[in-house]
């Protein structure tokens, strides 16, 4: 796609509930992100694809927080028994690191999440 | 703690005006990135300054790198209504994928 795609980009759900948040990278970007905007605050780093290598989980805040990268394109973080602190924005953002411009992170509009 | 710390916090201007943002940084970087955020949804690259670089330009935009104080600021001329957002400061601390974001600084374009 022209970008990066995010589903839903609203999510309520209920305490003690999971969900399942969705990112579909720019195509033949390898590197993957997820990070975790709560209200006004900055970004926090979750968790970094690239390629083949083992992914940098050193972010996800408890073992609650999952995250897969399938055939290295579409990505889903999965929330298990989600709390009220989860509510935040979720935002995935995607990279090509042998490009030129491979610092670069291109983002999605991001999912709001809210835990009731 | 953040790596990026962005100052002021928020900033308020008039048309026409320019409006300049700070952000200071902890440990060595290879290079700052500076993005955008409407609405408080995704972000958008505006311009990255490499360590070895003390200033670069894009259009309206000039930033600065002091390494030495381990600082940039981001200076946006001739400010527009539509420039309103929160500006983030990125850092990669040294790291070759991983960038860290300050908690932004959210500026007001008054028409």
């Known amino acids: 796609g022209a970008g990066v795609s995010q589903s839903p980009s609203n999510k309520v759900t209920e305490k003690g509930k999971d969900v399942e948040l969705r990112c579909d990278p720019i195509?033949?970007?390898?590197?993957l992100y997820w990070y975790r905007q709560s209200l006004g605050q900055g970004l926090e780093f979750l968790i970094y694809f690239q390629g083949n290598s083992a992914p940098d989980k050193s972010g996800l805040p408890s073992d609650r927080f999952s995250a897969e990268r399938t055939g290295g394109s579409v990505s889903t973080l999965t929330i298990q028994r989600t709390q009220q602190e989860d509510s935040a924005v979720y935002l995935c953002?995607?990279?090509?690191?042998?490009?030129?411009?491979?610092?670069?992170?291109?983002f999605g509009s991001g999912t709001q999440l809210s835990v009731l | 703690s953040q790596q990026g710390e962005e100052d002021p916090q928020a900033l308020s201007i008039q048309e026409g005006e320019n409006a300049t943002m700070n952000c200071s940084y902890k440990t060595s970087i290879n290079n700052l990135q500076w993005y955008r955020q409407n609405s408080g949804r995704g972000l958008v690259h505006l311009i990255l300054i490499r360590s070895n670089e003390r200033e670069k330009h894009s259009g309206r935009l000039r930033v600065t790198l002091d390494t030495s104080k381990k600082s940039s600021s981001l200076l946006i001329t001739a400010s527009r209504a539509a420039d309103t957002a929160s500006y983030f400061c990125a850092t990669d601390a040294g790291s070759n994928y991983k960038l860290t974001f300050g908690k932004g600084t959210l500026l007001t374009v008054n028409p």
């Open positions: 953002a995607s990279s090509s690191p042998s490009s030129g411009e491979g610092e670069k992170l291109f």
């Open positions: 195509s033949g970007h390898t590197a």
